[in-house]
């Protein structure tokens, strides 16, 4: 079955590390996304990409990195410059092309940091 | 940046009763997306409008985008406990970047 996974569901921090969420679709699609998500709150973009080896910063993304080296991965990598980075993490993948098609989402990632 | 304002931001209605969430866009509105959210877990495709004036429907779910394409209503008829959630709405601008309003948080009382 199609689908774009997130691991793990569950991620525990200390304070002044890094860590890393995993994101990976095998819908073949061109686009993809992160999220972050604070309780009573819509999505928030922390960055984009369209292709391969390219992204884009969105809305909110200091103290955040990612990485797009193949097609099927775009994993999100939560610094320790990041002050609050205790949220839910949505990532999310859609085509490119001609028209407007949905975005398809994982299941989440939520993020405490101990 | 487009930005997306949805209103309410909560929504408490008795089980049977008709309701409907707004979002309205700071730009034209290209492409608009409706999803449905239940606590800690992914987001539910429900629909998607682009012209001016479409509504489509899904059982009894029913989402309009004005002519101007600056603001789109989600309705629901005779709702259901299974109705209960978090509603997105959320739009396409340039360079396939994919932003959401804040939600509607919406209990459906028995």
């Known amino acids: 079955d199609g689908g774009i996974t997130q691991s793990p569901k569950y991620l525990f921090r200390k304070e002044g590390q890094n860590v890393t969420l995993s994101c990976e679709q095998n819908?073949?699609?061109?686009?993809m996304y992160w999220y972050r998500q604070d309780p009573g709150q819509g999505l928030r973009l922390i960055y984009y990409?369209?292709?391969?080896?390219?992204?884009q910063k969105g809305d909110i993304a200091e103290g955040y990195s990612v990485s797009r080296e193949k097609k099927e991965s775009f994993p999100l990598t939560v610094t320790s410059a990041q002050k609050n980075p205790t949220a839910f993490y949505l990532c999310?993948?859609?085509?490119?092309?001609?028209?407007?098609?949905?975005?398809?989402f994982g299941q989440g990632t939520r993020l405490t940091v101990v | 940046s487009q930005e997306l304002e949805q209103s309410p931001q909560s929504l408490i209605v008795q089980e049977g009763k008709n309701l409907t969430i707004n979002c309205t866009s700071s730009?034209?509105?290209?492409?608009l997306y409706w999803y449905k959210q239940k606590y800690g877990e992914g987001l539910i495709f429900l629909m998607m409008?682009?012209?001016?004036?479409e509504e489509k429907s899904h059982e009894k779910i029913t989402a309009k985008l004005d002519e101007k394409k600056q603001q789109s209503s989600l309705h629901i008829t005779a709702s259901q406990p299974s109705h209960a959630g978090i509603y997105l709405c959320?739009?396409?601008?340039?360079?396939?970047?994919?932003?959401f309003g804040q939600g509607t948080r919406l209990t459906i009382n028995p």
């Open positions: 999310a993948s859609s085509m490119v092309g001609a028209g407007y098609t949905e975005a398809f």
């Open positions: 819908l073949n699609h061109d686009a």
């Open positions: 990409s369209q292709i391969v080896n390219d992204f």
């Open positions: 730009k034209t509105l290209y492409g």
């Open positions: 409008l682009q012209k001016g004036g």
């Open positions: 959320g739009a396409t601008g340039g360079a396939q970047k994919l932003v």
